[in-house]
Structures are given as structure tokens and as C-alpha cells.
T-cell receptor, first 116, second 113 residues
Framework: SAVISQKPSRDICQRGTSLTIQCQVD?????MFWYRQQPGQSLTLIAT?????????ESGFVIDKFPISRPNLTFSTLTVSNMSPEDSSIYLC?????????????FGPGTRLTVL | QKEVEQDPGPLSVPEGAIVSLNCTYS??????FMWYRQYSRKGPELLMY????GNKEDGRFTAQVDKSSKYISLFIRDSQPSDSATYLC?????????????FGTGTQLKVEL
């Protein structure tokens, strides 16, 4: 499985500001995924990031709020823009891997964001 | 109705107990079923996956899928305090990295000495 790291691990931000989260993978991967995990709720996919093309956003998520960069096959960033307390959540980076012959997803440690 | 339903718990059991964790789903197109374990302040880690109906065993863990009832389970035998974590079920339609996973909300498990 891939080793995934994220920065920062946690942050406390003021309303109206923006935070950029970095995701680094130790091997080249085609697709990277960004998830949000809010208390008491399911992991929710925000977008899929492919290198060399624009990210594909899920319903309810827009590029202006969550711009994503994917400059190469091992790195991606997610920006949470114009933050409000409702954006307080854990943000997780994920990549696809193969386990026992089937595709699944592996996750980074997450970025715990608190917006005041 | 959510596509995947999972009791959030918390579930507290004594050490050595058999634990049963369950999810139900509504979309019959789901074919691949996974269980993730998430320790506090960590990302989810893949624990087990299954494709067809039936049982799959890995050490103290058994994953069970009943597609006719749209019901999946994870059994933990001889539970240990180190099993204390949140367990997330996840599922998707077909093979291929582009098919997104749909997760349950997770069940918080605490195994007490």
C-alpha cells in the first residue's frame, strides 16, 4: 500500500480565511481523492484529482470553495476557501491501490480543521 | 434514506468478547464491500474486503456479506483493547479506481479490560 502524508495535521483558523492542505504520496498514482469527515457523518468524497486535468467535484462541492491542484503524480493540494465554522472537519487525502487483486482506497492521516 | 446505514454506537464490550458490527445498504448495484478501521486521530486503514456473498476470514476477523438481504457484517473474535477504534463499512459498484466508495457513518467500538 502507498504511504500518504498530509500537512498540516491540524489547524485552527479564523472565519473568512483560507487554508491549503498538502498531500504527498510515496509512489506515483493516477488518481488522488479528497474526502471530508464531519462528526457523526460518513466520509464524503469532495473531488477526484487527476494529474494534468481539472479536478472532478461531487455534488454539493464547487471549485471556488475547494480549489484543488495536482501538479504531479505524487502530490496534491486542497484549499478550503473563505472558511466558516461549518467547514470544521477532518479532511483526508486518498489514493487507489490494489489489495489481493481488487482496487481499493488508502487514506492519509487526515487534517483536523477547526474554524472559529 | 441513506445508501448505507450503520449504527454509530458507541459499543462497549469486555476483553475476549465476540463483536458483531453491521451495515445495511439499499443499492443492489454495490458489489465490493470493505471494512476500514480508524483509530483516533488517524486515517482509515483497510481491514478487509469481500466481493461475493458469504464469509471471508482473516485471523480474528470475519467479514460476511448477504447480498439478498443487503446486509454486511464484521465479526471480531477474542476482542482486545487494541481493537478499540471506529469501524467503517464501505462499498462500491464495480472494479476500477475511479469508482467512488460509499461509506457508513462508522461504529465506535471500545474493548475494556
Amino acid at each position: 500500500s502507498a504511504v500518504i502524508s498530509q500537512k498540516p495535521s491540524r489547524d485552527i483558523c479564523q472565519r473568512g480565511t483560507s487554508l491549503t492542505i498538502q498531500c504527498q504520496v510515496d509512489s506515483q498514482v493516477t488518481m488522488m481523492f479528497w474526502y471530508r469527515q464531519q462528526p457523526g457523518q460518513s466520509l464524503t468524497l469532495i473531488a477526484t484529482a487527476n494529474q494534468g486535468s481539472e479536478a472532478t467535484y461531487e455534488s454539493g462541492f464547487v471549485i471556488d470553495k475547494f480549489p484543488i491542484s495536482r501538479p504531479n503524480l505524487t502530490f496534491s493540494t486542497l484549499t478550503v476557501s473563505n472558511m466558516s465554522p461549518e467547514d470544521s472537519s477532518i479532511y483526508l487525502c486518498s489514493v487507489t491501490g490494489t489489495s489481493g487483486g481488487t482496487d481499493t482506497q488508502y487514506f492519509g492521516p487526515g487534517t483536523r480543521l477547526t474554524v472559529l | 434514506q441513506k445508501e448505507v446505514e450503520q449504527d454509530p454506537g458507541p459499543l462497549s464490550v469486555p476483553e475476549g468478547a465476540i463483536v458483531s458490527l453491521n451495515c445495511t445498504y439499499s443499492n443492489s448495484a454495490f458489489q465490493y464491500f470493505m471494512w476500514y478501521r480508524q483509530y483516533s486521530r488517524k486515517g482509515p486503514e483497510l481491514l478487509m474486503y469481500t466481493y461475493s456473498s458469504g464469509n471471508k476470514e482473516d485471523g480474528r476477523f470475519t467479514a460476511q456479506v448477504d447480498k439478498s438481504s443487503k446486509y454486511i457484517s464484521l465479526f471480531i473474535r477474542d476482542s482486545q483493547p487494541s481493537d478499540s477504534a471506529t469501524y467503517l463499512c464501505a462499498m462500491r459498484w464495480v472494479t476500477g479506481g475511479g469508482n467512488k466508495l460509499t461509506f457508513g457513518t462508522g461504529t465506535q467500538l471500545k474493548v475494556e479490560l
